[in-house]
């Protein structure tokens, strides 16, 4: 199993970027995918997750701001986000998880990562 973040960058306070995670060797509609992110100093934590059936979830600190969606056809999970704030740069990561949804949000959970995609937002 393979995951690659991709489309990271630097952006203006304001704009938006979409993250896209490539999922090789899982079909997406059958596994649970979650972004998380990661600043410098602290910790990894959650920012939205999508389960087998669709089903998704967005962290309080980004809800209207970002969306998670999934493209069968690609088999990619992807990340839109809008009205970037300059405390949303870190480094972003999707994982991969197979337990129960009430787990998503625990970077234990998850089973395989992607390599993270830098995120930037200057003020």
């Known amino acids: 199993v393979q995951l690659q973040a991709y489309g990271g960058g630097l952006v203006q306070a304001g704009g938006s970027l979409k993250l896209s995670c490539a999922v090789s060797?899982?079909?997406?509609?059958?596994?649970?995918v979650g972004w998380f992110r990661q600043a410098p100093g602290k910790e990894r934590e959650v920012v939205a997750a999508i389960n087998w059936s669709g089903s998704t979830d967005v962290a309080d600190l980004v809800k209207g701001r970002f969306t998670i969606s999934r493209d069968n056809a690609k088999n990619t999970v992807n990340l839109q986000m809008n009205n970037l704030k300059p405390e949303d740069t870190a480094i972003y990561y999707c994982?991969?998880?197979?337990?129960?949804?009430?787990?998503?949000?625990?970077?234990?959970?998850?089973?395989?990562w992607g390599q993270g995609t830098l995120v930037t937002v200057s003020s």
């Open positions: 060797g899982r079909t997406i509609n059958r596994v649970n």
């Open positions: 994982g991969l998880y197979s337990s129960v949804w009430s787990t998503r949000g625990h970077v234990e959970a998850y089973n395989y």
